[in-house]
């Protein structure tokens, strides 16, 4: 009897999700392709590429986490985005999230189905900076991997490491990003 019921329930939650076949996954653990996550999952299909850090899946704007690519209108923006599409773009991708920015969007970390670490690959080939402003709200582990990343990308002078690109957050506000010196956890946020 107990069989039947988890059946049904099974078969009752594969039938939910939007017509483009995106599914909202019930938690699984803190941890996705090894890397520690929210809670909350999105799996489905990337249809549409805003810009760099950007993308829809599900009917849902996702803003891709830890990140921060260059503007549309900025030097190398469509050149990020075009990255972001030739990754992700019409492929499934599975988004981990806590929670909601200001304007709606998930703010997600983004795997596709071979364990690609979108957000981190986009820093790794100069696509994006690591948001050094946001490292509070993931791990050590990540922090330093984005570190790392973004070093290798600089020192490779790939993508908007070419340049002497303006980041993103000056670009809109004029102002560089408040870089936290410790985290509420007792870590240094500094690597």
């Known amino acids: 009897m107990l069989r039947l019921l988890a059946f049904i329930i099974a078969l009752a939650l594969s039938a939910c999700g939007g017509g483009d076949g995106a599914s909202f996954a019930p938690e699984t653990g803190n941890t996705h392709c090894g890397v520690s996550v929210g809670k909350q999952r999105i799996i489905g299909m990337v249809t ?109 002078r790939r993508g908007l490491w070419l340049s002497d690109a303006m980041a993103p957050w000056m670009h809109r506000n004029g102002v560089d990003a408040k870089v936290p010196n410790s985290c509420p956890n007792g870590d240094a946020a500094s690597l």
């Open 48 to 156: 549409s590429v805003h810009d760099g850090d950007t993308v829809t899946v599900g009917g849902e704007s996702v803003r891709l986490a830890s990140i921060d690519a260059p503007e549309l209108d900025q030097a190398y923006g469509p050149s990020s985005r075009g990255n972001l599409s030739a990754m992700v773009l019409g492929q499934t991708v599975t988004v981990t999230y806590a929670e909601k920015d200001r304007f709606e969007r998930v703010v997600g970390t983004v795997f596709k189905t071979d364990c690609t670490h979108v957000n981190l690959n986009m820093v790794l080939v100069g696509a994006a900076w690591y948001y050094e402003a946001f490292q509070c709200e993931i791990d050590l582990r990540q922090r330093q991997a984005y570190a790392a990343a973004q070093a290798q990308a600089q020192a490779a």
